[in-house]
């Protein structure tokens, strides 16, 4: 299966996994086509993406960290606080009992994840609002994951809300780097939000050397929670800027123990391989590909299943047999580990 921009959809493409909202509830069953106006009403629904049957991806196990539903509510309560920062002429309402009610669900989810399976990120595909909300919740999802790893299950809850909530302030400024201390303005009066997160929000730009905002305090300053959340952030917004995820990983790793803290860099690697099955990629040489495998953990030189070179896109299909045969016989299968002669030279989905 493959998974595409609902906008993007190729007229009669089908549907290879279904689609569920908040409650668990089937909005679309798996073998229905994307017609125009399904991908209209998916799109209305709050649905950004789909899994798909195409060429070059028969039998892919494709993995994401959290239950479709479990992503919708994320999904839901992260435009809910987004929408109140944007609009709220006063202080933010914050629904600290079902935050807290989802950082539980999600956080045990993802306690099943073993180290290097890997998963596949949410795509910052549609509005800003949408980008914005994907970065939280894969924000989320990396903090906890490091987090459980590094601190506890009760860390990972409060790095999973924190990544729901530090970034608010953006609605509100014009600058980035006073987002920071709007976000914390706002949480200031939330009772109910611990000590712990507003800390995390406070401190996920900041370095251990001191060259991060808003305070640009240094290592002994900083709570651990608030380190992990740097790194996790700074991570995945050189993903954001088109910086391949192997390239991200090193300039995390150039910077730890100075900058980042090392033991959240190596973390992080270990738990979020930069190329997770189902990444569709493209080599050197010119083809492209599809990751099977993600790899040795830290490694990044993934197992990939080379596409036709013709019909490497979603939704397209040989017209005749002749063409399907000659596609088929183009699909194999590489393990970048033992061919260091070959690179990846993008990730296009």
Not at 10 to 31: F, I, K, M, N, T
Not at 52 to 80: C, D, I, K, Y
Not at 218 to 247: K, N
């Amino acid at each position: 299966m493959r998974r595409i921009n609902i906008s993007y959809a190729p007229p009669g493409v089908v549907l290879a996994r279904p689609l569920v909202d908040e409650r668990g509830a089937y909005v679309l069953a798996s073998g229905q086509a994307l017609t125009p106006a399904v991908r209209e009403r998916l799109w209305e629904r709050g649905f950004r993406y789909a899994y798909v049957e195409s060429l070059g991806f028969e039998n892919l196990v494709v993995h994401e960290p959290l239950e479709p539903q479990t992503f919708m509510r994320a999904r839901q309560l992260a435009r809910q606080l987004m929408d109140g920062a944007r609009t709220a002429a006063a202080s933010l309402e914050v629904p600290v009992q079902e935050l807290s009610d989802l950082a539980a669900d999600a956080c045990e989810e993802l306690s099943r994840i073993p180290a290097g399976r890997g998963f596949l990120l949410y795509p910052e595909w549609g509005s800003v609002m949408d980008k914005r909300i994907a970065f939280a919740v894969n924000a989320g999802v990396v903090a906890a994951m490091v987090g459980r790893a590094m601190e506890g299950v009760e860390a990972a809850r409060h790095l999973f809300t924190a990544a729901l909530l530090q970034d608010l302030g953006l609605w509100r400024v014009e600058r980035t780097p006073d987002h920071v201390a709007v976000s914390r303005e706002m949480l200031r009066p939330q009772a109910n939000v611990s000590a712990l997160v507003k800390a995390i929000v406070a401190q996920h730009h900041e370095r251990l050397d001191g060259s991060g905002y808003p305070a640009g305090k240094t290592g002994a300053d900083l709570h651990p929670l608030g380190r992990i959340m740097s790194v996790v952030v700074a991570y995945l917004e050189l993903l954001s800027d088109g910086v391949l995820p192997h390239e991200a990983q090193e300039a995390l790793m150039a910077g730890a123990g100075t900058e980042f803290d090392l033991d959240a860099v190596k973390t992080l690697m270990r738990y979020v391989p930069g190329y997770p099955a189902g990444t569709v990629v493209r080599l050197s040489g010119g083809r492209h590909a599809v990751v099977v495998d993600a790899g040795a953990p830290g490694l990044n030189r993934p197992r990939v299943r080379l596409l036709p070179r013709d019909f490497w896109r979603a939704g397209e299909e040989p017209a005749t047999e002749e063409d399907l045969e000659r596609a088929r016989a183009e699909i194999e299968e590489l393990d970048l580990a033992g061919l260091y002669t070959m690179t990846i030279e993008a990730v296009l989905e």
